[in-house]
């Protein structure tokens, strides 16, 4: 078991080197000279010079990567371009907004889609299974877009129902005031996806002979469905919602922007608008390693809830 | 097809019994058309031209009302606090002259009240910009999924086949780019290239797409490696590339097919979310991303009808697009022979 993460750890190290060089031949080589885009459009080469060696971008290509890794190493990417922030700052002071409406999105997201993929899934083949199937693909079919756009404009702006948008002080007022109408969002979106990968994971487990086995035994179909089926079919869904976690926290940037919540994905957002490269390489590794954590994390944990799968 | 035509035909036997998928099928055909149709120039070429007055509603709710008259009495309100004070509004006449320009209404041309599905911000016609962002969103859609796919089965190929340092460093390849999220490794690009236009969407979702079908093409590869068929052309001296793409591609390029569908829909979602944040197609043409980021400012007036056409544009085509790749994946998956 240790051999097994000190291996896959020092696995880490080649892809993490891979993801450096990506982010480093991005920024360095196809985003161009950045002094630039800093120096804006009325600028002489003494100030382009100067920018250019406050950014270091004048010294070759081995220090300048150098310089990267030492600050991925000690975890201080400077300062954003664009508002002059350290950027570690920038993360420590938008994780608790993005947690406070990823976390409850998540929860309710999760209940309900498990809810509706075991309906579907034991009423499987049946006119409501193939309904409600073709209901989530055509829901999928609408662009995340659409349900902010038209979510904000009739709940909060017609109605009156939530805040437009908005930020607040206190942790119960954002939850309970501002981060309401985003969940709701979040859900409405994250539902369709969810029900059909659930519902597969349902019928993979309903098709396994011990189900057959707890059947003919006598088993309530009720007892069969939510204790055994449930418990194996909560495996993947557990390490998937896992897996979708480094990803959500930067892919949630489209709600943040729109309802106002000043989250990581907000700044990554405004980040990519505004060129601001230092937050958006920082994000890109910071992120990159959290998705390695969270595979490894995901790994063990299959192994400690299932011990019959071996880990290699 | 000649290589195989026994599993093709299985494959459209099977399909040609599902109903929905035909129908899917057809529609797709259809949109393939108009996308056609509109990059030949036979359709939609004037959709710029600004025919009708400023957000004329579509026909079936009928004209706006003339701005004159009836604003002086949805501005009721106010007009009747100045009466308070007993003040006659000195720009009433420069205001009114305003918004019968505004409006369209110069002596010089004569502007559409109303079109059928309504008009922007321009007087530009909503229907035929629907047409023109389908042309858009779809061929990136099909060309970057067909850059994807390509990639993905080359490398899957070269690595599932060959094996060795090639399969490593690849499976390098692979784990670096899967572990940063999709949607934030397009942004990072398309952050630094920080360059409008059809080819560079493209470019950027194609280059970065082709992980998922790289894994299934690696894994079907190694599969087919070692069974009698390629060791049976590897004897009578047949080189590794014509054993690669010649004898193996055929047996798994259904695998590639339901991908590369699975793909244009992903990567025309994506297209629509990179066109709405400024980083899509550029002004001098439009997508239905560019159409949800005008109509974003438009649903706040109550104008509805341009998000209306685009999410409707939109949500029909990958609805048939998606339920067509479930139809094909059970039409062409081998385990159900």
Redesign the interface.
């Known amino acids: 078991m240790l051999a097994y993460v000190v291996r896959r750890l020092w696995q880490f190290v080649?892809?993490l080197l891979?993801?450096v060089l990506?982010?480093f031949f991005?920024?360095n080589f196809?985003?161009?000279d950045p002094a630039y885009l800093l120096a804006g459009k009325i600028s002489n080469p003494a100030q382009i010079e100067n920018i250019r060696r406050q950014l270091g971008v004048d010294q070759p290509y081995a220090v300048q990567l150098w310089i990267f890794i030492k600050q991925i190493a000690s975890g201080d990417f400077g300062a954003s371009w664009s508002t002059n922030e350290r950027v570690s700052e920038i993360f420590a002071t938008r994780l608790g907004p993005s947690l406070t409406v990823l976390v409850p999105l998540l929860a309710i997201s999760t209940l309900l889609a498990m809810a509706a993929a075991m309906l579907v899934a034991y009423l499987r083949g049946s006119l409501t299974d193939r309904a409600i199937m073709?209901g989530c693909?055509?829901g999928?079919?609408?662009?995340?877009?659409?349900y902010i756009?038209?979510f904000q404009?009739v709940l909060a702006?017609q109605l009156g129902w939530f805040p437009v948008q908005g930020w607040g002080v206190s942790f119960a007022e954002n939850l309970l005031r501002y981060s309401l109408l985003a969940i709701i969002v979040g859900v409405a979106v994250s539902l369709a996806p969810d029900i059909r990968l659930y519902r597969s994971f349902f019928l993979d487990e309903i098709n396994q002979d011990y189900v057959r086995t707890a059947r003919a035994k006598g088993l309530s179909e009720h007892r069969v469905m939510w204790v055994h089926v449930l418990r194996n079919a909560a495996i993947p869904i557990v390490t998937n919602i896992l897996l979708q976690l480094?990803?959500l926290l930067?892919?949630a940037f489209?709600i943040e922007r729109f309802f106002g919540i000043p989250g990581i994905g907000r700044e990554?957002?405004l980040?990519?608008?505004r060129?601001d490269?230092p937050i958006?390489k920082a994000?890109?590794i910071y992120?990159?390693v959290a998705?390695?954590i969270v595979n490894l994390a995901a790994d063990l944990l299959y192994k400690a809830i299932d011990p019959r799968v071996q880990l290699k | 097809m000649n290589a195989s035509p026994g599993v093709w035909l299985l494959a459209w036997r099977r399909f040609e019994r599902d109903r929905l998928g035909l129908a899917c099928l057809l529609v797709v055909l259809i949109y393939g058309a108009v996308m056609a149709a509109a990059a030949a120039g036979w359709i939609v070429r004037d959709w710029s031209e600004e025919v009708a007055v400023t957000y004329a509603p579509p026909t079936f709710l009928g004209p706006e009302a003339p701005l004159g008259a009836p604003a002086a009495a949805a501005e009721a309100a106010p007009q009747g606090a100045l009466e308070d004070y007993g003040i006659p509004d000195p720009l009433a006449d420069d205001l009114a002259e305003i918004a019968r320009e505004l409006a369209g209404a110069s002596a010089t041309e004569t502007r559409a009240a109303t079109l059928a599905l309504g008009a922007d911000k321009w007087g530009r016609d909503v229907l035929k910009k629907a047409v023109k962002g389908t042309e858009t969103s779809l061929f990136v859609g099909l060309v970057a999924a067909a850059l994807a796919a390509f990639l993905g089965t080359l490398f899957g190929a070269l690595a599932g086949y060959r094996g060795g340092w090639i399969d490593d460093l690849f499976n390098?390849?692979y784990?670096?780019?899967?572990?940063?999220?999709?949607?934030?490794?397009v942004?990072?690009?398309?952050?630094?290239?920080?360059q409008k236009g059809i080819l560079t969407v493209i470019l950027i979702l194609g280059l970065t797409g082709w992980t998922g079908i790289f894994r299934l093409i690696r894994a079907e590869y190694m599969k087919h490696k070692a069974r009698e068929y390629v060791l049976a052309a590897d004897a009578i001296g047949a080189s590794e590339g014509r054993r690669m793409f010649v004898h193996i591609l055929p047996n798994v390029s259904h695998v590639v097919l339901v991908q590369l569908s699975l793909h244009v829909v992903l990567f025309i979602?994506s297209e629509?979310?990179l066109s709405?944040?400024?980083?899509g197609v550029g002004v001098d043409t439009v997508s239905?991303?560019s159409m949800?980021a005008e109509?974003?400012s438009e649903?706040?007036l109550g104008k509805w009808w341009q998000?209306a056409a685009a999410?409707f544009a939109?949500?029909?085509?990958?609805?048939a697009f998606?339920?067509l790749t479930d139809a094909l994946r059970d039409a062409l998956d081998p385990r159900l022979k």
């Open positions: 080649p892809t891979g993801v990506l982010v991005l920024f196809v985003g161009g073709i693909t055509v999928q079919s609408i662009s995340i877009l659409v756009l038209v404009y702006y480094p990803g930067a892919g489209l990554v957002i980040a990519v608008e060129s490269f958006i994000v890109t992120v990159a998705t390695m | 390098w390849l784990s670096v780019f899967t572990s940063i999220p999709y949607l934030l490794l942004l990072a690009v398309a952050a630094v290239v920080n979602k629509v979310i709405f944040l400024g980083f239905w991303g949800l109509a974003q649903l706040i998000i999410t939109m949500a029909v085509l990958v609805t998606s339920l």
